[in-house]
C-alpha cells in the first residue's frame, strides 16, 4: 500500500481536520499525520476569515486531494468495503445532500459556535443569526435516525454524514445547546466513539491557543 500523510491543523479548533482524519480512519487508511503550524495563515482558516483550505489534506502515493468531500469520494474509490457511503441508492442520495450541506453552509452556526473541544459554556446565548443553522441541523438527524433507525444516521455503522456532523456534536456540548433525547442519544454516542475520543486526547494535549477562539461568553 502506498505510503500516505494527512496534513492537518489544530485537533482542538480544526473541524475540518477532524472530519478529514475520521474519513481516512473509517477507510482504513494507514497515514501518518502532518500538522500544519499555528501562523496567521492557518489562524485565518480557522478563524473563517480565508478560503485557503490548508487542510484537510490527504497525499497518497502519488495522488494529492484536498477538500473533505474530495477525500470522502477517493478513500471510496479506493477503499469501497470500507462503507463510507450507504450501501442503498436511496440511502445514499440522503447522505450526500445532507453531508454537501454541512460542507457548504451553516456559516452562521460556524462563527457563532467555533469548535473547541477543551471549552465548556453551562450558559450560552446563541445569537438569533445561527439559531435557524442550529434548528436545521436538529431536523437532518432527527429525518436520518427516523428513517434509517440508527443508531448512527445512516443505519448501524458510521457513514461520511456522521464524520461531516462529529464537530457539530463538539459544538453542542461545549455551549450546552439542548437536544431531545433522540438527537441527544445520538451526540453522546458519537463523542463516545472510540475514533472521537482518540481525536479530543490530542487536542487536550495541544499546548497551542488561539486567543480570538478563547473569548469568555
Known sequence: MAQATLTISSKNYSSW???GWLL???AGLDFEEVFVELNDEARQELLLLSPSMLVPRLTHGDVTVWDTLAIAEYLQETFPSAGLWP???VARALCRSVSGE???GFHNLRSALPMNLKA???KFKIFSGARPDVERVKAIWNECLVTSGGPWLFGSAPTVAD???APICTRFRTYAVELEPRLAAYAEMVLAWPLMLEWTEGAIAEPDEIIE???EF
Open 24 to 26: 481516512c480512519r473509517m
Open 120 to 122: 465548556r459554556h453551562a
Open 87 to 89: 450501501a442503498d441508492k
Open 163 to 165: 464524520a461531516m456532523y
Open 213 to 215: 477562539l478563547e473569548v
Open 17 to 19: 481536520s477532524l472530519r
Open 102 to 104: 454541512m460542507h457548504s
